[in-house]
């Protein structure tokens, strides 16, 4: 099979800033490798405030959304729900399958599938199945997009916090080396002021950038060879493409290492 000409990456989180935690950097070296860049939360981060009303907040939040994306030169797309209600239904899911049949993406990063939040998890569940039918001629999207071709390799994200809901903390299968972009990915997650007030009150927070930092020197050190990482799980090729492929691994090269023991438990299992 010829190699896909095509180098389009979406990064597809719930929340804003969710990408800046756990995705920004990794997306920032695709785009130095030549990818076009998109970016999406499937909720409009309307919960995020103890102090704004909730329309405040909504507008708030996509303009710190808007503003981080074109820090990166990213292409910013719109929300389609709303907090603790993005939901495994009919409509957001045909809504979120014409996106990305429109956007084609060759690589498309997502939340973990097991985290501490139920918008994290359906989101990735809802991407996953968004692209399982992008080819699909009789899968109605809203609005209405032709089906697309070409192959995908899907990429989960490190659950937030480094576990999972049952406090489990997971391994990733390969850790992408961000030290190089960190100071960009600090000022992306920056354009999220209102977010500071916010998770000191409800997730005590006490430093919103120093606890994306530790996290990204945590994922560093579970990497044993990167100072800040950020870590990935490539998702069964299977409807995907017809064989297993790993064009991040192959895009970014030495800033890429994968975990030989994740590989190795994979196959015991």
């Known amino acids: 099979m010829a190699t896909d ?14 990408i800046e935690f756990n995705m920004a950097g990794t997306l920032m070296l695709l785009g130095q490798a ?52 993005i939901t495994y239904e009919p409509s957001l899911l045909r809504r979120l399958g014409s996106v990305i049949r429109r ?27 968004a692209a399982f039918a992008r080819g699909m001629r009789n899968y109605p999207v809203s609005p209405p997009v032709a089906p697309v071709e070409g192959e995908l390799a899907l990429y989960h994200a490190m659950p937030h916090g480094l576990r999972d809901g049952m406090r489990r903390r ?13 100071e960009r990915k600090q000022q992306m997650l920056a354009c999220h002021r209102s977010q500071q007030d916010w998770l000191d009150t409800s997730q005590g927070m006490n ?18 060879r990167f100072k800040y990482a950020e870590g990935w799980c490539r998702h ?8 297993e492929i790993d ?12 975990d ?9 299992s």
């Not at 389009?8 to 969710?18: G, I, L, S, T």
């Not at 069964?236 to 064989?243: K, V």
């Open 5 to 18: 000409p095509r180098k389009v990456a979406f990064a597809v989180a719930a929340h804003p800033d969710d």
């Open 34 to 85: 030549g990818y076009e860049l998109h970016y999406m939360n499937l909720a409009d981060g309307a919960c995020g405030s103890q102090t704004m009303t909730r329309q405040q907040t909504i507008r708030t939040r996509r303009s710190e959304a808007r503003e981080a994306a074109r820090l990166i030169g990213a292409v910013h797309h719109p929300s389609l729900g709303t907090d603790l209600e």
């Open 103 to 129: 956007v084609n993406p060759t690589i498309l990063l997502i939340p973990a599938l097991s985290d501490y939040m139920e918008d994290h998890m359906i989101t990735a569940r809802l991407a996953v199945t």
């Open 170 to 182: 997971p391994r990733a299968g390969q850790y992408v080396d961000i030290a190089s972009v960190l």
């Open 207 to 224: 430093s919103y950038l120093q606890a994306m930092t530790d996290l990204s020197r945590e994922v560093g050190r579970l990497s044993g």
């Open 236 to 243: 069964l090729h299977l409807g995907f493409s017809a064989r």
């Open 247 to 258: 064009p991040l691994g192959e895009a970014l090269g030495a800033k890429v290492i994968v």
């Open 260 to 268: 030989q023991r994740y590989e190795k438990s994979l196959a015991k």
